[in-house]
Structures are given as structure tokens and as C-alpha cells.
């Protein structure tokens, strides 16, 4: 039976890119028409993401965007930086709904993307419009439905700020946010560096970007939206041994005259009825618990009190790959086409 909608993806050969293609071709209703890419062309998509053996007879076709948009109810863009955005009016032309996993729309100042993306906005009319959604659907759900373009958020940022949202929601999110993030190495691509080559990958901890990250301006535009007052964020990513993953840790200064127990409950409230976010019982957030999936854990642990503010400590963590990407991308189509949010994103991951 026909499936009801027709998706292409435009950057199919990255490790985002199987991601996004091993859950559409199991979607009950989007059919995945087409994949475009500039490397690989007329290789069966199997050849370069070996878990797919047998699942597709897809291959990776050289196309414009706008040719592989052709007939499209939605494309997925796993475009570089600064790519994408060359490439988005030519997509908005075709009238297809679009899903950019890249950061080239998740901001809204031009000159932000300037001073950390190093470079002018390659369309910054269609920028300052605000067309794009930011597609957080914790935050954003309902706009996220009515939305044409939506701009998926960074691996960093969907994992900080949703540790950090039941605060920000709360009202009591303010000042400095201090956070240290450790990814694993498949958030920095499938063409290998000297800093995510396996002999000093897997025997090491570094940090790069420190505190001049893409995603700080992402995350202070989140939070100050969601109720943060007055956001300043200090963040040292670190990359670690790991294939897949990332914990969060943030630092911020709450009232000591609230009890506990109350920030605990902010946090079971905010995501109660959440489909993908889980406050655990009687243990704190873990990678492995997440790994594979499109599921975030969040945890906290209130500390000492001085000068009457109490240390809070955030945790958060989440699968790069899905919910830090592909996945999160997939439950944004998903809203946009009136599906179920959770369509082939359920399952649990695997354990360890």
C-alpha cells in the first residue's frame, strides 16, 4: 500500500545521514523517495552505511536540491554549514517542506552567525524573515506543527538546553550557566581528523572550542525564549572515547530558600508527558541508557548553599546521532506532516 508521504534527503553520506535514512525506510507513512549526494554517486546507499544491507535498494544519486525536492511532501538537509543556506531558496521554490540539520537557520542575528560560524550568512534575507521554527518539540511542539522550515538544533544544544528548560520554564533560570559537554567522536563527521583518529581518540580526553563553541548562541536564544532572564553561558566541550553520546553538565546558582524537593519536581513535572525525555528514579542520567536511541535523560543534584544561592547541578544526556540529529529531525517531520511524533523513533536503544 502507498505510503502517504514522499521524503528526500539532501546529504545522505554522513553518519546523520544513515541515521535519518535507517528510520524512513521502516516509516509506516513516509516513503523515502530519494538520496542526494556528492560522494558515493551510483553506489547503493548499503555500500557506505553497511547496517542497511538488504533494507534498501536506494543509491546516492547527484542531484540539485531542487531536483531531489521534485514531487517531495519534505526534504531532509544534512548540508554543512554555510552550504545549506545556499541551497535553501532553490528548495523553498519547490514548495517542499524542509528539515536543516545544519546551524545555518537555528539563529536569529546575523551577526552571531557571523562572530561563530566565521562567515556572512550566505542568505541572510530569508534569516531575518524567521521562517525557520527552531525545532526543539519540547519547546516548540505546536509551532513546529504549523511550521514549513524547520531548523534542527545542534547535538550540544538540544542535550544543555534540555537540561536546563524546567528552569528556564520555571522562571528560575538566571545568570550564569557554567557547563563542561563530553561527545563522542561521530558528532565530528565521517571524514577523519587528527582530533577523532582512533589511536589518540580512544586513549584521550581534549577539549576544543573552549568556551567559544557554534552552539552558546543557540542555547542563550533558547533559554532566554523558554523564561531565562539576564543568560550568560560559559561551555567547555570535550571529546572523548566514546562512538556515540553526550553528558552535560551544568552549573547554576538557584535560591537556597527554595526546598529541594521542589526542584526535583520541576523537573518530573516538566517532562511528564513527554515522549522522549526521562527524569530516572534513584540514579542520575547515563550515556549507555541512551545510546542508539532518540531518548534524553535529565537529572539534578542540588549542593551547597552561600551568600544565600544554592549550587545546582544539571544532567543531561542523549545519543548525538538521533536525538542530537537525525532523530530529532525525523519527530519534526513528523509534527509537520500531522503524524504521530514517535513514529519509528520508540525504541529503547540498545543496553549496554
Not at 280 to 297: F, I, K, T, W
Request: glycine share 10%.
Amino acid at each position: 500500500m502507498a505510503k502517504r508521504f514522499r521524503a528526500a534527503v539532501v546529504g545522505g553520506s554522513g553518519y546523520g545521514g544513515a541515521e535519518i535514512i535507517r528510520r524512513l525506510i521502516v516509516h509506516p507513512d513516509v516513503e523515502l523517495v530519494r538520496v542526494a549526494s556528492i560522494d558515493h554517486v551510483g553506489e547503493p546507499v548499503s555500500a557506505v552505511h553497511l547496517s542497511l544491507e538488504g533494507q534498501t535498494d536506494l543509491v546516492f544519486e547527484n542531484l540539485a536540491p531542487a531536483e531531489a525536492a521534485r514531487g517531495m511532501d519534505v526534504v531532509l538537509l544534512g548540508l554543512p554549514h554555510k552550504v545549506s543556506a545556499t541551497k535553501v531558496p532553490e528548495l523553498v521554490a519547490t514548495g517542499a517542506r524542509i528539515v536543516d540539520l545544519s546551524g545555518d537557520f537555528r539563529l536569529r542575528d546575523a551577526q552571531s552567525y557571523r562572530r561563530f560560524y566565521g562567515a556572512d550568512h550566505p542568505c541572510a534575507e530569508l534569516l531575518a524573515k524567521g521562517e525557520f521554527v527552531y525545532g526543539l518539540p519540547e519547546l516548540n511542539r505546536e509551532r513546529i506543527r504549523e511550521a514549513r522550515y524547520v531548523a534542527s538544533p545542534g547535538c550540544f544544544a538540544t542535550t544543555i538546553e534540555l537540561g536546563l528548560l524546567p528552569l528556564a520554564r520555571a522562571g528560575q533560570l538566571a545568570g550564569a550557566i557554567e557547563t563542561v559537554g563530553i561527545t563522542g567522536s561521530s558528532g565530528s563527521g565521517i571524514v577523519p581528523s587528527a582530533g577523532t583518529h582512533h589511536p589518540v581518540r580512544a586513549v584521550n580526553l581534549r577539549t576544543y572550542k573552549p568556551l567559544d563553541h557554534q552552539h552558546v548562541p543557540e542555547i542563550l536564544e533558547t533559554l532566554a525564549a523558554a523564561g531565562g532572564r539576564e543568560l550568560s553561558l560559559s561551555f567547555v566541550p570535550v571529546s572523548a572515547p566514546l562512538s556515540r553520546g553526550i553528558f552535560a553538565t551544568s552549573f547554576v546558582q538557584v535560591d537556597a530558600a527554595v526546598p529541594v524537593d521542589h526542584w526535583h519536581s520541576i523537573y518530573r513535572e516538566a517532562y511528564a508527558k513527554e515522549p522522549f525525555v526521562r527524569v530516572p528514579h534513584n540514579r542520575l542520567p547515563e550515556v549507555a541508557a541512551v545510546s542508539g536511541s532518540n531518548h534524553v535523560e535529565v537529572g539534578i543534584q542540588p549542593g551547597a548553599v552561600r551568600d544565600g544561592k544554592r549550587l545546582l547541578a544539571c544532567f543531561s544526556v542523549t545519543d548525538n546521532l538521533v536525538k542530537g540529529g537525525a532523530g530529532q529531525a525525523i519527530q519534526s517531520m513528523n509534527l509537520m506532516l500531522g503524524l504521530d511524533e514517535r513514529s519509528t523513533l520508540e525504541d529503547p536503544g540498545s543496553w549496554p
